[in-house]
């Protein structure tokens, strides 16, 4: 099967999958599709921090998007008198997408742990910053009124149903449009820059600029998740910003592995799930079940859950396809 | 015949460390050039400054007759000088052939190619052509960290010649690989290389293997360029047998060059 | 005038913290090549264990209220040097040479899993320790201006701690043997320096150096789940100012950091923490290295 029919056939599996959570929305319990809108808004957020894994770079400030998204939302909604939920993401993606073009000026200098260290500065100015502003609620931030959606204003329940549809509908989009860019040359550079930079530069292209282009990527998907994530909770505030928010990214971004556009996604699904029930089950010592986990993780499954996925492939005899996914 | 590369009063030091110093290179188009000299002599620190790795302390390098001097590496790529390293330098979590579709990505020029999928059955066809010329088809799929070292220099060669460059600067092309495959290894590089007209400029340790390629051997000492011209004179040349060789060198070794 | 001398001594005060805080993970880097995380939750331990064995110590009828310091200061060690030989023998050996971005992250499980067992010990109630600090009353500066002697001491028990550290790593011949491993490791390896033990060591100081952080803090401050997460970004702001794995560096970029949070607080409070990442950013978008780091470069 040669790539297009593959892109064509992971494509179609991802809006049959999407049509199906889509479908479920009247099924399901309200706290599952509560759960899953959450889920796959941080999703989303984990996507930009595993664009930049693949490049190379952990971003630990990841948080600082998924914030700018969130506060972008409730701004525009609060300050601006925005009540279109199309336009608020756009807004909230917009503002991110600038910030980042400033800052990718600077931070695609830097590699490893220097990066990741910048990365969380910029992200505790920005919430420095929120906590000091009265203004904005302080530590306690504000209420994001529900949006309408083109006109449509919702009520009830299907207010939450409308909020569920649209990040499916995002997320689905999210998954095959970046899977198209992974897959591209572009997206396959990316990871010749993680693997040697020299190189690179030597085959003619600038290492620097090609990581600015992906950083701003990595931004804008962010804080969609962020911009979503304010919508659905109805609420913000500084911890979007801070750095444990952007470790938790991290978690996740490793926790569901590089290897594929759908990583996070399973990541986020299963973290999501775990939470609900351990937060209930052991508050204290969930974070303790989380660090144990990463460690497993980083000791046994470096690659996260989608190995096992992609293993399964390669067991079915679907050797080309499972390859192409893990590359 | 006109001038490619040519530089002027090159110098480069590392603190008290002269590891180039004055160098007046001048090299015509089609010329194989090989470089001899003991370890450190300066022989990569002339390849790294030559393609925009490594600054000059002074000096000015013209290629094509315009300065290159303060260009980054991969703007000397574009103007058609490429390398390879002493240690080769790849993607040593992909495979072969994803090597080999990057490198023919990064030649294409970014838009719109940026945008396509990488691997399609064109690029893939003429990155297996490639893989073909130098002989490493059959570790089309394997990860390139586990080929053998040979294997890695071929492809290595192979990826500074995607973009179809006018001039090639191999640096040690053979190091590390095992005296029976050196010849076989040169064998193909400078076959790909003829085929296409690239001047080249060649580091090698082994004499005979230098002898057997080249029309003209630079011999570096200390930074220092101790002597130049054609191998017998070079290798015959009782400085560089005393510095550089260490021996005295039978001159009945080398054949014609091939 | 008075508000300089407040802004000088507020800022001196800070830097003294900051660089207890971050002088054990500079150490712990410079030679282990390991950005750690956990050290916030040293801190935490150092603070949860000095706070409730002062406040047992002064709950009974004692003697001499003044050896609490020296309870303090003990707790820190056992504590410290405890729990940074287990972790060291016990997980990092396992992961010696590993990238450093990997061993980040390692280290950041490492603070989730310590902070769930600070609160699985202590519980998530709030400890007060505050007799030492009262122990000492207020001492006058100039005039209308007065700070907690216990403050004031800080200071100079930091700076003691600090030239300690320089005489021993300047002026002892096992300091020389740990800055040639600091300089080039391979180096010092292929002189048989014994690495695993060196390491063991080196973590063990650097966590004592954390824990003892923390204990000399509890006595200012309610002891509370947290203290450890807020104070580890703190103390990677000031080392990486200063250039990481150089203790003169963590000094200097205390000083920096700490003063400009103290013009801050003072002129523009709500700038407090802006400022304070603010300067890291700005350090690093000029000197990427810090600005007592080496410089490194890539030989092909
Ligand atoms: N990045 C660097 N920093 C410091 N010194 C360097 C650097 N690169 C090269 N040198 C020094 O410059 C001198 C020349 O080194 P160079 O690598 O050019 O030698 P060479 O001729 O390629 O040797 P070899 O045959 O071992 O590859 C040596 O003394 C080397 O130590
Ligand atoms: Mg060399």
Excluded at chain 2, 33 to 54: D, E, H, P, Q, R
Excluded at chain 3, 145 to 158: E, G, Q
């Amino acid at each position: 099967m040669n790539i297009t029919n593959r892109l064509k056939s992971t494509e179609v599996t991802v809006s049959a999958l999407a049509a199906l959570l889509a479908a479920g929305a009247f099924l399901m319990p309200a706290w599952l599709s509560f759960l899953l809108t959450l889920a796959l808004a941080k999703a989303l957020v984990v996507l930009g921090v595993v664009l930049q894994m693949r490049a190379g770079l952990v971003s630990f400030g990841q948080a600082l998007f998924y914030c700018i998204g969130g506060y972008g939302v409730g701004l525009g909604a609060q300050s601006l008198g925005i009540a279109d939920a199309f336009a608020l993401l756009a807004l909230g993606t917009a503002a991110a997408v600038l910030l980042a073009l400033i800052c990718g000026f600077l931070l695609t200098r830097y590699r490893e742990i220097f990066f990741a260290m910048l990365t969380l500065a910029l992200s505790m100015i920005l919430y420095g910053v929120l906590v000091k502003s009265s203004a904005l609620g302080s530590t306690d931030g504000f209420n994001v009124a529900p949006p309408s959606f083109l006109g449509w204003v919702p009520e009830g329940d299907a207010r939450k149903q409308a909020v569920y549809l649209l990040t499916v509908v995002i997320a689905a989009a999210a998954v095959i449009g970046f899977n198209r860019y992974l897959k591209s040359g572009l997206g396959r550079v990316m990871e010749a820059i993680r693997e040697n930079e020299i190189r690179v530069d030597y085959l003619g292209l600038s290492p620097r600029r090609l990581l600015f282009a992906n950083y701003v990527f990595a931004a804008a998907i962010s804080a969609l998740g962020g911009g979503l994530t304010a919508i659905a909770s109805g609420h913000i505030d500084p911890d979007m910003a801070f750095w444990a928010t952007s470790g938790e990214f991290v978690f996740i971004a490793i926790l569901g592995g590089t290897g594929h556009v759908a990583a996070p996604f399973i990541g986020a699904i299963v973290f999501s799930v775990i939470r609900t029930f351990a937060i209930q089950e052991a508050p204290h010592t969930w974070q303790m079940a989380l660090g144990l986990v990463l460690i497993a993780l980083i000791l046994f499954l470096p690659k996260g859950l989608w190995s096992l996925v992609s293993r399964k492939h390669t067991k079915a005899g679907n050797t080309p396809a499972a390859k192409e996914a893990t590359a | 015949m006109s001038t490619i590369l040519e530089t002027r009063g090159l110098t480069r030091t590392f603190g008290a460390v002269v590891a180039a110093k004055d160098l007046n290179v001048r090299i015509d188009h089609g010329e194989i050039v090989g470089v001899i000299g003991s370890n450190g002599a300066g022989k990569t620190t002339f390849i790294n400054m030559v393609t925009g790795y490594l600054p000059p302390s002074g000096g000015d390098i013209l290629f094509d007759s315009r300065s290159v001097l303060g260009l980054a590496p991969r703007e000397i790529t574009r103007r058609g000088m490429a390398r390879s390293f002493q240690v080769a330098q790849l993607f040593p979590q992909l495979t072969v052939i994803e090597n080999a579709l990057i490198s023919l990505v990064a030649a294409e020029g970014p838009w719109p190619s940026f945008l396509r999928p990488l691997d399609t059955p064109e690029r893939r066809a003429h990155a297996e052509a490639i893989l073909e010329d130098f002989g490493v088809t059959p570790y089309r799929d394997a990860v390139t960290s586990t080929v053998p070292q040979g294997a890695r220099k071929l492809v290595d060669i192979a990826m500074a010649l995607v973009s179809n460059p006018r001039m090639l600067l191999l640096d040690e092309p053979t190091s590390g690989v095992s005296v029976e495959e050196k010849c076989p290894l040169m064998d193909t590089v400078m076959a790909v290389v003829r085929k296409h007209g690239v001047t080249v400029l060649f580091v090698e340790h082994d004499m005979e293997i230098v002898a057997r390629y080249v029309t003209r051997i630079m011999a570096f000492y200390s930074g220092e360029i101790i002597a130049d011209g054609s191998p017998r004179s070079v290798l015959g040349d009782a400085k560089v047998q005393e510095l550089v060789i260490g021996h005295h060198f039978d001159l009945d070794l080398l054949g014609e060059p091939a | 005038m008075t508000s300089l001398l407040a802004i000088l001594f507020d800022g001196a005060i800070y830097a003294s913290w900051l660089f207890l805080v971050a002088a054990g993970l500079t150490i712990i880097y410079g030679v282990m090549r390991v950005l750690n995380m956990a050290h916030g939750s040293f801190y935490a331990i150092g603070a949860y264990s000095a706070a409730s064995l002062v406040g047992w110590y002064f709950s009974g009828n004692v003697g001499n209220p003044y050896l609490s310091y020296l309870l303090l200061i003990g707790c820190a060690v056992v504590a410290g040097s405890l729990i940074g030989v287990i972790i060291e023998r016990g997980l990092l050996r396992f992961l010696q040479g590993k990238d450093e971005i990997l061993m980040v992250i390692v280290t950041y499980a490492l603070l989730l899993i310590l902070e769930d067992v600070t609160k699985l010990v202590w519980g998530v109630d709030p400890y007060f320790a505050y007799q030492p600090y009262r122990l000492l009353g207020q001492t006058a500066v100039g005039v209308g201006l007065r700070f907690a002697t216990y403050d004031l001491a800080l200071i100079v028990v930091t700076a003691a701690i600090g030239l300690a550290a320089w005489f021993a790593l300047n002026r002892t011949n096992r300091g020389r043997l740990l800055r040639a491993v600091i300089h080039d490791r391979e180096i010092a390896v292929a002189m048989g320096v014994n690495v695993n033990v060196l390491f063991t060591v080196t973590f063990a100081i650097g966590a004592v150096l954390g824990a003892l952080a923390g204990a000399l803090t509890a006595p200012a401050i309610s002891v509370t789940p947290g203290i450890g997460v807020e104070v580890i970004v703190l103390a990677f702001a000031v080392v990486v100012v200063g250039g990481l794995g150089s203790i003169g560096g963590a000094a200097i970029g205390a000083v920096l950091v700490g003063l400009t949070r103290s013009v801050a607080v003072h002129m523009a409070p709500e700038m407090e923490l802006f400022v304070i990442y603010g300067v890291m950013f700005l350090v690093l978008a000029i000197r990427p290295q810090g600005l007592f780091g080496p410089v490194l470069a890539r030989r092909i």
